[in-house]
Nanobody, 123 residues
Framework: VQLQASGGGLVQPGGSLRLSCAASGFIFDDYGVGWFRQAPGKEREGVSC??????YYADSVKGRFTLSRDDVKGMVYLQMNSLKPEDTAVYYC???????????????????WGRGTLVTVSS
């Protein structure tokens, strides 16, 4: 089982990035998926998570970030627009089976995690 995130980098405030996550080794379309982030000194937080047709967005990213998935390719994407310095963090993708929708944003319910990709928003 493997999840591999990519697409991070340095971007100026107001810019955009698209994160990608490639999944392999499990039946991807049976799983809910999520993007989480962790800034220095802070807890890991759910940014956007999706399962059974429902998608969660953290209030801080609503209207700016969009999660999408391609089950055929086993890919999850996070399109991030209008980036702000406070979006700076290591971003992780995750996959979980049988996620209760009320727990969609809880890191503990996810079974598989990819290595993070660093997003730095700075001028």
């Amino acid at each position: 089982v493997q999840l591999q995130a990519s697409g991070g980098g340095l971007v100026q405030p107001g810019g955009s990035l698209r994160l990608s996550c490639a999944a392999s080794g499990f039946i991807f379309d049976d799983y809910g998926v999520g993007w989480f982030r962790q800034a220095p000194g802070k807890e890991r937080e759910g940014v956007s998570c999706s399962s059974d047709g429902s998608t969660y967005y953290a209030d801080s990213v609503k209207g700016r970030f969009t999660l999408s998935r391609d089950d055929v390719k086993g890919m999850v994407y996070l399109q991030m627009n209008s980036l702000k310095p406070e979006d700076t963090a290591v971003y992780y993708c995750a996959a979980g089976n049988s996620i209760i929708l009320s727990q969609l944003r809880a890191p503990s319910v996810y079974d598989y995690w990819g290595r993070g990709t660093l997003v730095t928003v700075s001028s």
